[in-house]
């Protein structure tokens, strides 16, 4: 679903982004995905059950860890960043070398409802379960069809 062909013929630009990006590293990547894959999985999502882990620091959060399982769609996209192409992508960009958690912790859908919001937080940097695994990047991909600036989160 990835479209590793724009995001390596760009990777000069999106290094130099990447590095030079204030107040601290970031790239924001626009449509590197294939757009009718991605609005197939977007239909696939229906209203999620769980409620968020971060409930301290959430209102009206929900969340699948596992998203891979609701549509062929997610799976690939799931496979895609799990993949080599997207690792030494991200290794290149960040001029640092990138290991991708192949079990995704702490990832996954992140779904909120009306009303909802997320705090100002800091995520873990020691993985929980293996603590020699240090966490250097995060991938926020969002997929929000028809979103109005009057919604706020910009």
């Known amino acids: 679903?990835?479209?590793?062909?724009?995001?390596?013929?760009?990777?000069?630009?999106y290094r130099l982004n990447y590095l030079t990006a204030k107040p601290f590293p970031h790239l924001i990547l626009k449509d590197f995905v294939d757009e009718e894959k991605l609005i197939s999985a977007y239909k696939s999502?229906?209203?999620?059950?769980n409620k968020s882990r971060d409930f301290i620091f959430a209102k009206n959060k929900y969340e699948k860890s596992n998203y891979w399982e609701l549509s062929d769609e997610f799976r690939e996209l799931f496979v895609d960043f799990q993949s080599d192409d997207f690792r030494e992508f991200l290794s290149y960009i960040s001029n640092r070398e990138i290991f991708v958690d192949p079990d995704n912790h702490?990832?996954?859908?992140?779904?909120?409802?009306s009303n909802s919001f997320l705090e100002m937080h800091l995520d873990y940097n020691?993985?929980?379960?293996?603590?020699?695994?240090?966490?250097?990047?995060?991938?926020?991909?969002?997929?929000?069809?028809?979103w109005e600036e009057t919604f706020g989160g910009q």
């Open 45 to 49: 999502i229906g209203l999620l059950e």
């Open 1 to 13: 679903m990835i479209n590793f062909k724009k995001l390596n013929e760009n990777r000069e630009e």
């Open 106 to 113: 702490g990832g996954g859908l992140h779904q909120g409802r």
């Open 126 to 146: 020691y993985h929980p379960i293996h603590k020699d695994w240090w966490r250097e990047m995060n991938i926020l991909f969002y997929m929000n069809l028809n």
